[in-house]
């Protein structure tokens, strides 16, 4: 019923930039209220990195505050994370949750994830 598909991973050398999308689509209507960008990397446990939520109010993890950027646009129905200055600390699988308002219901959906590679 709903896909939620990540982009923008790769790999980059460390003090680069990257941008993460995460598109939800839907054959019904609903509305996106809440995203988060996660990531695990080999051997650890996934870890929030950064949320929005419907009013707009953003959260981040202490090892990514001041360098990486949630946003969204409501329009395209899509939750951005614009990371810079990387680090091969940085360097995991990027998962994207969205909350996400059908009828009366609301559900949370997980994308596939985005390799995310930084090398020193």
């Known amino acids: 019923q709903v896909q939620v598909v990540e982009s923008g991973g790769g790999l980059v050398q460390a003090g680069g930039s990257l941008r993460l999308s995460c598109v939800t689509t839907s054959g019904r209507t609903f509305t996106l209220n809440a995203g988060g960008w996660y990531r695990q990397a080999p051997g650890k446990q996934r870890e929030l990195v950064a949320s929005?939520?419907?009013?707009?109010?953003?959260g981040y993890a202490d090892s990514v505050k001041g360098r990486f950027t949630i946003s969204r646009d409501n329009a395209k129905n899509t939750v951005y994370l614009q990371m810079m200055s990387l680090k091969p600390e940085d360097t995991a699988v990027y998962l994207c949750?969205?909350?996400?308002?059908?009828?009366?219901?609301?559900?949370?959906?997980w994308g596939q994830g985005t390799q995310v590679t930084i090398s020193s």
């Open positions: 949750n969205v909350a996400v308002k059908l009828g009366d219901y609301t559900y949370s959906y």
């Open positions: 929005i939520n419907s009013n707009g109010n953003l």
